[in-house]
């Protein structure tokens, strides 16, 4: 072989390699949207929780969430969503990893999690509550209650904000225990193994109203975390969507928007126990929530 025959090969050969490289970044490049196109169904991680996103008693996937969602995605002409089951903690990572198109459970948008997935903007914005034992025996009504009483360990799900908010709030590692659903938590409670139940305060309500038990109760009132300014602060809830995806982030959030000033939006979530005072600012954006504390 002729050196310039080599060099031809090698020229051959690099060309593929640039024309394989461009055609692999422009598949991964294309836009949730193109999913209009083809008629494919969307794929939805949904954690199987009231009130967000679950398997109804028809077997069906419903929620506030699942709702919500539909109305959102139908004006760009996807109406087919399959909805796959799996562990709350496991939803961020399914995500990045593009086991999934979205999330659709009830996700806060925080830093860490704006690190590797994109988000809507918000749709609802939630509190903490607890749930404790008939006449909360341990006089909790904040975080800080639990952090002060050595005594007093804490109970909720392994992978969301309320680990982090413990953990900030002084509540030693040790008293917090996790579990994987809102219901196994309840369970623990009830059986003595912890002394409070701490979620959002729409899957509190959910979730009593769901497993009514006249042993326990919400404890009211409740102290929310301050903020830097003192005034309590407020998580936002929002579909986790593909990071390298702005074109259908864009599409989602303009269908979200439509959807909040018809008034539809606070429809859907006044059936799964949702008021207007859980409806965020309208000015607040996933962007402005992502670059807190960055």
Do not use: W
């Amino acid at each position: 072989m002729t050196l310039t025959t080599s060099l031809s090969l090698a020229g051959r050969v690099s060309f593929a390699l640039l024309l394989s490289a461009a055609f692999s970044l422009s598949a991964s490049a294309q836009s949730l949207l193109d999913k209009a196109k083809s008629q494919e169904p969307l794929v939805a991680g949904i954690a199987n929780e009231q009130p967000y996103g679950y398997i109804g008693p028809d077997g069906k996937a419903t929620g506030a969430n699942i709702e919500v969602l539909r109305a959102v995605l139908k004006p760009l002409g996807i109406t087919k969503i399959d909805t796959p089951i799996v562990d709350f903690g496991a939803l961020v990572p399914g995500l990045a990893a593009k086991r999934f198109d979205v999330i659709g459970a009830g996700l806060f948008i925080n830093h860490s999690r704006c690190q590797v997935i994109g988000f809507s903007n918000p749709v609802t914005r939630s509190g903490g509550a607890f749930i404790v034992k008939k006449g909360n025996p341990l006089n909790l009504h904040s975080l800080k209650d639990v952090a002060s009483n050595k005594r007093a360990r804490l109970g909720t799900q392994n992978g969301t904000n309320q680990i982090q908010e413990a953990k900030d709030s002084g509540i030693n590692a040790g008293s917090v225990v996790l579990f994987d659903k809102d219901t196994e938590a309840l369970a623990a409670l009830k059986a003595n193994r912890i002394d409070a139940v701490y979620f959002p305060d729409a899957e509190i309500i959910s979730l009593l109203k769901k497993e009514p038990d006249p042993s326990v109760e919400r404890a009211l009132p409740f102290q929310q975390i301050p903020d830097a300014q003192g005034k309590p602060s407020y998580n936002y809830h929002a579909f986790g969507l593909p990071r390298n995806d702005p074109e259908f982030i864009s599409a989602f959030n303009v269908q979200l928007a439509k959807l909040r000033a018809s008034g539809d939006l606070l429809k859907i979530l006044q059936k799964y126990g949702y008021t207007a005072n859980e409806l965020p600012p309208e000015n607040i954006q996933a962007s402005q929530i992502c670059a807190t504390h960055s």
